[in-house]
């Protein structure tokens, strides 16, 4: 069985994966590719496909990773009904009655002017 995944390129702490076509039993580092589909920069979130192989392997049974399929369904690549996309996950905000938009709004305390009375010395002659 094939798979369409990600295989990691690039230098250290700057990563830019190959799209590629493999043996599904196969570490994506290991083991020979069979097609090389297009990139991935996750960085700039550039993307290119070849997208008449990908619609080829997707057509004979190739089956693309959760992040690879969601890729496809970006660029506009017809996926088949088999092809399960992972939902979004949605996280949970931790103590959100601490958050700020959350607090009770306070009013600005205006200080009122305090009337001075002028006392002034007496004066000695």
Same mark, same amino acid.
């Given at each position: 069985?094939?798979? =369409? !995944?990600?295989? !990691?390129?690039?230098?250290?702490?700057?990563? +830019?994966?190959? =799209?590629?076509?493999? $043996?599904?039993? !196969?570490?994506?580092? #290991?083991?020979?590719?069979?097609?090389?589909?297009?990139?991935?920069?996750?960085?700039? %979130?550039?993307?290119? /496909?070849?997208?008449?192989?990908?619609? %080829?392997?997707? #057509?004979?049974?190739?089956?693309?990773?959760?992040? +690879?399929?969601?890729? /496809?369904?970006?660029?506009?690549?017809?996926?088949?009904?088999? +092809?399960?996309?992972?939902?979004?996950?949605?996280?949970? =905000?931790?103590?959100?009655?601490?958050?700020?938009?959350?607090?009770?709004?306070? $009013?600005? +305390?205006? $200080?009122?002017?305090?009337?001075?009375?002028?006392?002034?010395?007496?004066?000695?002659?």
């Amino acid at each position: 069985m094939l798979a =369409i !995944r990600l295989q !990691r390129n690039g230098r250290s702490g700057y990563a +830019v994966y190959r =799209i590629i076509v493999q $043996e599904a039993s !196969r570490h994506p580092l #290991s083991g020979r590719v069979v097609a090389e589909l297009g990139s991935y920069n996750p960085h700039t %979130k550039a993307t290119t /496909l070849k997208k008449e192989l990908v619609e %080829k392997f997707l #057509s004979t049974g190739a089956q693309p990773s959760s992040r +690879v399929a969601f890729l /496809l369904a970006k660029e506009g690549v017809k996926l088949p009904k088999w +092809v399960k996309l992972a939902p979004q996950k949605q996280s949970a =905000i931790k103590k959100a009655d601490k958050l700020r938009k959350n607090q009770p709004k306070e $009013e600005p +305390v205006t $200080e009122e002017p305090t009337e001075e009375v002028a006392t002034e010395a007496p004066t000695e002659a």
